[in-house]
Structure formats: C-alpha cells, structure tokens
C-alpha cells in the first residue's frame, strides 16, 4: 500500500484516487457482475504480486465478461504460478547494466532512473515484477550517487525516469529531481515511462504541468496503453493537457495473447491512440519474466501481424515490433 504524501499540507486528488485502488480480487469481480469463480484465481500469484487496480480503470471493463482485455492484464492467474524453463526474473539483464543503485546504464546516450517500485496499477506481464526494489532505489536515501554518475558521463544526453512508475512520486520530489538533472549541461532531454496518464488520467493535474512545462530540459513521455477501450474521456482530456504543455507524447505497447493479439484490435489502438494526439513507437514482443508466460505471442506470429497492420495502417500509425534481450545495444528489431 503506497503511503499518503502530503502536498503543501494536503493530499491531491490523484493521490485520494490512488489510496482508494482495488486489491481485493472478490471486489474486483462483484464490480464487474461476475460469479466468484467467474476466473480461476492464483491465490500464490495474487500473493506474490497483488492486485492493484484504479476504480476509474476498472469502469472502462465490459461487465458481465471475464474476457475483458483490460480485466485480462490485472487479475492475477492460476497460469502465473506454472514454471517454464526461458523465463527468468530478470529477463532483460537490469542487474547486470546497473553501474550505481537506481540507474540501468544499457545503452548509448541515455540512461534510466528507477525512481520507484510503487506502481498505480499492477499489470500481470510486468517485465519488473521480480525486481529488487529495495537495493536499488536512490529514491529511498537520496539521488546524489545516481546525480553523480550521469553528470560524470557527458555521452549521456537523455535521462528517463521509469519505475515502478515514476507519477506516482509527489510533483515536489519529481519538481526537485528534474531541476537537479536541468543543472546537468550535457543533459537535452527527460524521459518519463508511465502508465499513470491512461490508468490514473486525474494525475495529470496543476501541480504536474507546472513543472514540466519549467523545464529547460525537452520533456518526452512514453506512455502505455495495449487496447484502444482503454483511451475513454478523462484520459483524452489528460492527453490533451500534456499535449498543449509542450511534451511529446509516444505509446509503448506489449503484444499480449487474449488481450491485443490481432491486428484489428491492434490497428483500432493505433487509431485511437492518433486521434488522442500520441504517437504508436513501439509493440514489445513480451519480455520473458516468470509468471507471464501464458501471455506470451510466438515471434512469427507476431511477424505475420505486422504484416496485416502495414497492409491496412499508413505506415506513421504502425509501431515498431521489438524485443529487448540482454547485453545488446539497442531494442531490436523484428520485421
């Protein structure tokens, strides 16, 4: 349960919202007008990695259907605790490319600040879900060491701050990292990796633009989003609000089996995601992380889904199909 912070003597409303998430499986599907063996429940999983879940999200489900995409990605299952030889707790190599606590150093001219293990929603594919949060968090001692590091490295020239999910840290303490790192000269951009904007769109607040848009540094966000139903109203208003407070705004998908495996359903988020102002840049082949493997797409047919998307999308709707293994230098490619 993340803790209440204060801000200027009170709590934001995003703040209220996120205290209030669901992590009760059984209240999750008395929400949805589903029987309590509607899903079969990994009682292991959901205590390994609980559920959590924002009310606002869980109104953008189908009631009445335990196929629900959306409903797919949270509810933790039975399928989770079944061990497959490939799928690892660290799949993508962070340990290895952390040179300090709390900054992932993988490739060239940029490097990745974990901020925080807390997220707003706890998606069941999560790449991180293992990740040891607790040795490797500046956030919880203080960011010099981190600091240090990229100001020492001037090849770096973007920072991104990742997670857990960084919004969901008070906009004091993001206000204050980001003028440290503004302070860095050889530093061009910030990077923000979030799901808040599409899951929680009431943290877009006052507070959140005023120190994004005072930033010297260009600000990019990538956010998360793998079905266009999760794009309703209040997230397009939250878009719309970042998108005048002068961040570029990109979307970062997973390919995941019984959720977005299909090209109509990935075209129409494609669409959507345009018509809100966000560009699709990447679709992630699934990062093979223990307890995931049920979501998981075979490479070729992953291949022969693009092949439809580029045959149906211009092509500046259609992201990129990469995979991420450890030690390359960059994300790859798989055309």
């Given amino acids: 349960m993340l803790p209440r912070i204060s801000v200027s003597g009170q709590t934001a409303a995003w703040q209220k919202l996120l205290a209030q998430a669901i992590n009760s499986p059984s209240e999750l599907l008395e929400m949805l007008d589903l029987p309590a063996d509607a899903l079969p429940l990994g009682k292991l999983a959901g205590r390994q990695f609980a559920l ?3 009310r606002g999200y869980v109104a953008r489900m189908r009631k009445g259907d335990p196929h629900d995409p959306l409903l797919r990605q949270v509810f933790p299952s039975h399928d989770e ?4 030889p490939g799928y690892s707790a660290d799949p993508v190599g962070d ?6 606590p709390g900054v992932l150093h993988k490739y060239h001219g940029r490097a ?6 807390a997220c707003a929603i706890h998606c069941r594919y999560c790449f991180r879900r293992h990740f040891p949060y607790s040795d490797a968090n500046p956030a919880t001692h203080d960011w010099d060491t981190a600091l240090h590091y990229i100001a020492s490295d001037t090849t770096i020239n973007e920072v991104i701050l990742s997670g857990g999910d960084p919004l969901v840290l008070p906009d004091q303490r993001l206000a204050s990292l980001a003028q440290r790192l503004s302070g860095i000269p050889h530093l061009r951009r910030l990077r923000l ?3 808040l904007p599409i899951v929680l769109p009431e943290r877009v607040d006052e507070a959140l ?8 540094l260009k600000i990019v966000m990538v956010i998360h989003a793998n079905h266009a139903n999760e794009i309703d109203t209040s997230v397009t208003t939250a878009l719309s609000l970042l998108k005048r407070a002068g961040v570029t705004l990109f979307n970062q998908s997973v390919l995941l089996r019984g959720v977005n495996d299909t090209a109509r359903i990935l075209a129409e988020l494609s669409e959507r995601l345009f018509e809100v102002n966000v560009i699709p840049y990447y679709l992630h082949l699934l990062d093979k992380v223990q307890g995931a493997s ?3 797409i075979p490479p070729a047919q992953a291949q022969q889904l693009m092949q439809e998307l580029r045959n149906c999308l211009p092509g500046y709707l259609v992201p990129r199909l990469v ?10 490619p798989r055309y």
């Fill in 209 to 216: 633009l005023d120190w994004l848009q005072r930033s010297r």
């Fill in 81 to 84: 605790e079944i061990l497959l």
């Fill in 323 to 332: 995979h991420e293994r450890a030690g390359a230098p960059s994300k790859l």
């Fill in 193 to 195: 990796h979030t799901r």
């Fill in 95 to 100: 340990l290895a490319a952390m040179p300090v």
């Fill in 294 to 296: 049920h979501f998981d």
């Fill in 112 to 117: 990745l600040l974990v901020t925080t293990g």
């Fill in 52 to 54: 959590r879940v924002p």
